[in-house]
């Protein structure tokens, strides 16, 4: 029996509708089918580098990663946990030497602000150079009051005393371009008590000293400068 023509028409376009749904569902598993074929083959363009020599991840062709070393020992990257078994840090100056630069320091400077009257100038001044370098400069600050003050001190009899007290260190450094060494530039508070004709005053200065480290490994004080003012001049009957 033949179908007439609008069965016909009908029968047709069921079957195109079916190989349409057809090829899109070749389409899908063909795409799908491809990318789970690149994930499995690990076909990315970026490798990657362990520290294991000879490692599956390492790039195309075989060429060994930035920085390996062939194919003995292991690795020195991050992964491998070397950057803990690095040595420490060494110090500029070790704290021991530290506290033997500021013991030095404060001698000096209390033992600057401490004499009296009848002090000789070069008695008083001996074991203070035993403290300081070489320089003419701080040699020559190393001195009594001169002068009117000195005549003034002997006339009233003055005494002076000298406290050094150790505040913070303001530089620790090795200069090893110039060959300067090792030097620690430090705070220090001074509180100085004065005694003429019967009255006592005090005053407190901050000053900045400076010391190296010299040859057999002793501090040395280098080079003095004020640094700041307290109380100056007060007296202990004021107030």
């Not at 000096?108 to 003419?136: K, N, V």
């Not at 040699?139 to 150790?166: M, N, Y």
């Not at 003429?196 to 002793?218: F, H, I, Q």
Request: aromatic share 4%.
């Amino acid at each position: 029996m033949e179908l007439d023509p609008d069965q016909k028409r009908k029968g047709f376009l069921a079957l195109a509708v079916l190989g349409l749904l057809l090829v899109a569902v070749l389409v899908v598993f063909t795409v799908f089918d491809g990318e789970e074929d690149g994930r499995a083959g690990g076909g990315g363009t970026r490798p990657t580098a362990t520290g294991e020599p000879g490692g599956d991840d390492l790039p195309p062709g075989g060429d060994t990663p930035p920085g390996g070393g062939g194919t003995s020992g292991g690795g020195t990257g991050a992964a491998g946990g070397d950057v803990a078994e690095l040595p420490e840090p060494q110090p500029v100056v070790p704290m021991s030497e530290v506290g033997a630069a500021h013991e030095v320091m404060a001698r000096y400077l209390a033992g600057t602000a401490t004499y009296d009257h009848a002090s000789d100038p070069e008695e008083w001044r001996r074991p203070l150079t035993e403290l300081i370098t070489d320089d003419t400069a701080i040699r020559d600050e190393t001195s009594l009051p001169t002068g009117q003050e000195w005549d003034q001190c002997k006339a009233d009899r003055c005494t002076s005393r000298g406290k050094a007290t150790v505040m913070r260190d303001a530089l620790v450094s090795n200069d090893l371009v110039k060959g300067g060494g090792r030097q620690i530039s430090t705070v220090i508070q001074l509180d100085t008590t004065r005694t003429a004709k019967g009255e006592r005053t005090t005053e407190s200065n901050l000053w900045l000293v400076t010391a190296v480290s010299g040859r057999g490994g002793d501090w040395k004080v280098s080079g003095i400068s004020l640094f700041g003012l307290g109380n100056v001049g007060s007296s202990d009957q004021a107030g």
